[in-house]
């Protein structure tokens, strides 16, 4: 590690990617560690993802999926620490020391929270309430200043300034301010249902990383638009405005637009453009992604060899933690 600003992300391996996760987290990530401006931290957070229901027979096939979609992204271990959250023990026993300092009334008012609780009755386990408490012991475990998220983290890293205040004024200075690094412009919106963001848990809504040409061009084909010129432009359009200039077809975007003024625009047209610059960027990255697949073994020792290098920057911080805790 050299003495670059630290920075940390963690994804939750919770299903198939979409390309709504790509362009808002896992290419930002790449992006960022090719800057090489940071030391890179990533996580699969494990951990976070059991406080909703989940399969326990499927969840080591996750995992390796997610780690083989990532380094397919292009997350290149010899740049980043890649890592799975659960390897490194530190993070649930930090978790529990940050329990003690932060008062409960803070978790019961997050959105996420409030939100997931509401949509899951029957499994409102304390792990959820006490997910933003893992969260800023991910975080600050590794002496972060930078962590890339998505806007709707942003709430969960403000709490993590307030544990880290409480932290420091109780047990002297210590933890640095956490930084959110959030990602711009990257709101894809679902493809039949406009008005929402893209999620997995809208079927028809999103482009799955591995959708098969077809299935891309067919979803593409059945985003919805409308030919209402007079008023502002509608979400469908837009978001399918946005996805090529995110899909870095910024010529065919600029075409477009201007038919879209003189209200000459065929979106069919536009959708087949489309359509052919997501598969251009996706199909590599399929390809790498089958190739790292066939090797399991390959994928948990990246995975392993990750964790050991997050293990010791942990263990040295831990041991500071829990000097100024009196726990050791
Ligand atoms: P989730 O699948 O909601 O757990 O999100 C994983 C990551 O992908 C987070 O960093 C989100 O902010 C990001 N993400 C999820 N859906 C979208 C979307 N529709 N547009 C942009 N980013 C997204
Ligand atoms: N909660 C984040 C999400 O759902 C994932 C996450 C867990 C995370 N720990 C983190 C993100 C630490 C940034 C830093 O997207």
Redesign the pocket.
């Known amino acids: 590690m050299t003495n670059k600003k630290i920075l940390f992300s963690g994804?939750?391996p919770?299903g198939e990617m979409h390309i709504?996760?790509y362009?808002?987290?896992i290419r930002n990530w790449v992006n960022l560690q090719n800057k090489g401006e940071y030391n890179c931290i990533y996580s699969i957070v494990d951990l976070h993802a059991i406080t909703i229901d989940y399969d326990q027979k499927q969840y080591q096939n996750r995992i390796l999926d997610l780690a083989a979609t990532l380094l397919a992204c292009g997350i290149d271990p010899k740049k980043s620490i890649l890592f799975l959250q659960s390897s490194v023990k530190e993070h649930a026993e930090l978790c529990w020391l940050l329990n003690t300092i932060i008062p409960v009334s803070e978790l019961y008012r997050m959105t996420q929270y409030k939100d997931k609780s509401s949509k899951n009755e029957k499994n409102i386990n304390i792990g959820l309430l006490d997910y933003p408490v893992l969260m800023a012991a991910d975080v600050l475990l590794y002496g972060t200043e930078i962590v890339p998220?998505?806007e709707?983290?942003s709430q969960h890293l403000e709490l993590t300034n307030i544990i880290l205040k409480k932290f420091n004024n109780k047990f002297g200075e210590f933890f640095k301010k956490v930084n959110p690094y959030i990602t711009t412009g990257?709101?894809?919106?679902s493809l039949n249902d406009p008005e929402k963001?893209?999620?997995?848990s809208i079927p028809g809504s999103y482009i799955s990383l591995s959708d098969t040409p077809d299935e891309i061009r067919k979803k593409v084909s059945r985003a919805v638009t409308d030919s209402n010129f007079d008023k502002e432009m509608s979400h469908g359009v837009k978001n399918l405005f946005d996805l090529l200039l995110f899909f870095n077809a910024k010529e065919a975007h600029d075409k477009f637009l201007i038919q879209y003024k003189d209200k000459t625009i065929k979106y069919s047209e536009l959708k087949s453009e489309l359509a052919d610059v997501i598969i251009k960027e996706l199909e590599p990255i399929q390809y790498r992604k089958q190739e790292l697949l066939k090797n399991p073994k390959k994928l948990k020792n990246i995975l392993d060899s990750g964790a050991k290098q997050a293990q010791k920057i942990a263990m040295k911080n831990m041991i500071e933690i829990k000097k100024r805790m009196g726990l050791y």
């Open positions: 994804i939750q919770t709504g996760n362009l808002g987290a998220v998505g709707d983290q990257a709101k894809i919106m963001k893209m999620s997995k």
